[in-house]
């Protein structure tokens, strides 16, 4: 449990950002699935799975910014 919380607080900042990414992500993606298909069931099942696998993928996309930028 102590590394879970050692890992959260030193990626305090990264992880706040990616929830943010993905409330946003998630409600584009909810507006454009409803409108393409005119469902609503569809356009909550794209607007989960999708941005879940983004802000997963944009979580290490800034991990390795954030290495890249300290060399």
């Known amino acids: 449990m102590a590394n879970i919380q050692k890992f959260i607080d030193y990626n305090q900042k990264i992880l706040k950002k990616t929830l943010s990414y993905y409330i946003m992500h998630i409600t584009v993606a909810m507006l454009v699935g409803y409108f393409v298909t005119g469902s609503l069931a569809m356009a909550i ?17 800034e991990k390795i910014w954030e290495r890249n930028a300290v060399q």
């Open 45 to 61: 099942a794209l607007s989960l799975i999708e941005p879940t696998v983004q802000a997963v993928a944009f979580f290490f996309h």
